[in-house]
């Protein structure tokens, strides 16, 4: 195991991105991670293998600020870990365009200013590693009132496998990570947006909002330690996975939709297949 490797971490201040960064610490990697609040990821550690940066991810110009600053620091970036994100719910009528566009702003917008900022720098060492940090709910979309924080995830799932494959001729790896439920603050007040204005009839999203929020939360099945300690193995592996689900709720829902594909492929198959020219 190298442990001279450098990652770049960002959301590091609470949840997953908090526990990767005393994983890696404890196991003698260099990190820099990046919060929007220097005071909170001052908390996480005190070490010279650690650099703390606050960015705003929305902000290119911050981004390339701390990227550079830690190229000047460790000298290389070896692995990204795109972590930054939060929950949006409310059925897509309620959800205004201001609180959809930011949920994406920060969810997909934020994650490709770090990746265009950081994959030259891959791409000169001729090798790297980047794993975006995205949901089940990036593969299923089927959670009444995740509608706009799911497409966020699609959308990562997508430029991430384009990606891999982008980037794969300069010894570049990419992996999309889709946790199920862990037991992290993702689903507290400061992680999860709800609509400024609900609308009464939608009792799913309600019952949803709540199911999450009061009853999920706090007793999710994931452990975040062993999350992070699989990611930091995937990391190591001579040829990591384009996708890596966590968690057996993960694993379980994957199967459910694929099921769910293959069905309506075979029962619609002869007008899937009907449609080319006939000669």
Same mark, same amino acid.
């Given at each position: 195991?190298?442990?001279?490797?450098?990652?770049?971490?960002?959301?590091?201040s609470?949840?997953?991105?908090?526990?990767?960064?005393?994983?890696?610490?404890?196991?003698?990697?260099?990190?820099?991670?990046?919060?929007?609040?220097?005071?909170?990821?001052?908390?996480?550690?005190?070490t010279?293998?650690?650099?703390p940066?606050?960015?705003?991810?929305?902000?290119?110009?911050?981004?390339?600020a701390?990227?550079a600053?830690?190229?000047?620091?460790?000298?290389?970036?070896?692995?990204?870990?795109?972590?930054?994100?939060?929950?949006?719910i409310?059925?897509?009528?309620?959800?205004?365009?201001?609180?959809?566009?930011?949920?994406?702003?920060? @969810?997909?917008?934020?994650?490709? @200013?770090?990746?265009?900022?950081?994959?030259?720098?891959?791409?000169?060492?001729?090798?790297?590693?980047?794993? @975006?940090?995205?949901?089940?709910?990036?593969?299923?979309g089927?959670?009444?009132?995740?509608?706009?924080?799911?497409?966020?995830?699609?959308?990562?799932?997508?430029?991430?496998?384009?990606?891999a494959?982008?980037?794969?001729?300069?010894?570049?790896?990419?992996?999309?990570?889709?946790?199920?439920?862990?037991?992290?603050?993702?689903?507290?007040?400061?992680?999860?947006?709800?609509?400024? @204005?609900?609308?009464a009839?939608?009792?799913?999203?309600?019952?949803?909002?709540?199911?999450h929020?009061?009853?999920?939360?706090?007793?999710?099945?994931?452990?975040?330690?062993?999350?992070v300690?699989?990611?930091?193995?995937?990391?190591?592996?001579?040829?990591?996975?384009?996708?890596?689900?966590?968690?057996?709720?993960?694993?379980?829902?994957?199967?459910?939709?694929?099921?769910?594909?293959?069905?309506?492929?075979?029962?619609?198959?002869?007008?899937?297949?009907?449609?080319?020219?006939?000669?």
């Amino acid at each position: 195991m190298d442990n001279k490797k450098v990652w770049f971490v960002t959301g590091a201040s609470k949840g997953l991105g908090r526990s990767l960064v005393k994983q890696l610490l404890q196991k003698g990697y260099k990190v820099a991670a990046t919060s929007r609040s220097i005071d909170d990821l001052r908390q996480v550690a005190t070490t010279a293998d650690f650099l703390p940066l606050s960015v705003d991810l929305k902000n290119e110009a911050s981004v390339q600020a701390a990227v550079a600053e830690t190229i000047k620091h460790f000298g290389r970036i070896d692995v990204l870990v795109n972590n930054a994100g939060y929950g949006q719910i409310g059925s897509l009528e309620e959800t205004s365009d201001a609180e959809a566009r930011a949920n994406f702003d920060v @969810n997909v917008f934020g994650l490709l @200013n770090v990746t265009r900022s950081i994959v030259p720098h891959m791409r000169a060492q001729q090798s790297g590693h980047i794993f @975006n940090i995205s949901s089940i709910g990036g593969f299923t979309g089927n959670f009444p009132g995740f509608g706009i924080y799911c497409a966020t995830k699609f959308a990562v799932d997508g430029l991430t496998e384009s990606l891999a494959a982008e980037v794969a001729p300069f010894g570049i790896q990419a992996t999309i990570v889709s946790p199920g439920y862990f037991r992290t603050d993702f689903l507290s007040s400061g992680s999860l947006s709800v609509p400024a @204005n609900q609308i009464a009839a939608y009792q799913s999203v309600r019952d949803s909002q709540h199911l999450h929020q009061q009853e999920i939360n706090g007793n999710q099945p994931g452990d975040p330690e062993k999350a992070v300690a699989a990611l930091i193995d995937v990391a190591e592996a001579p040829k990591a996975p384009l996708h890596l689900f966590l968690g057996e709720d993960a694993y379980q829902m994957a199967y459910q939709k694929i099921a769910a594909i293959e069905g309506d492929l075979e029962q619609w198959k002869a007008v899937t297949t009907g449609t080319a020219f006939v000669a």
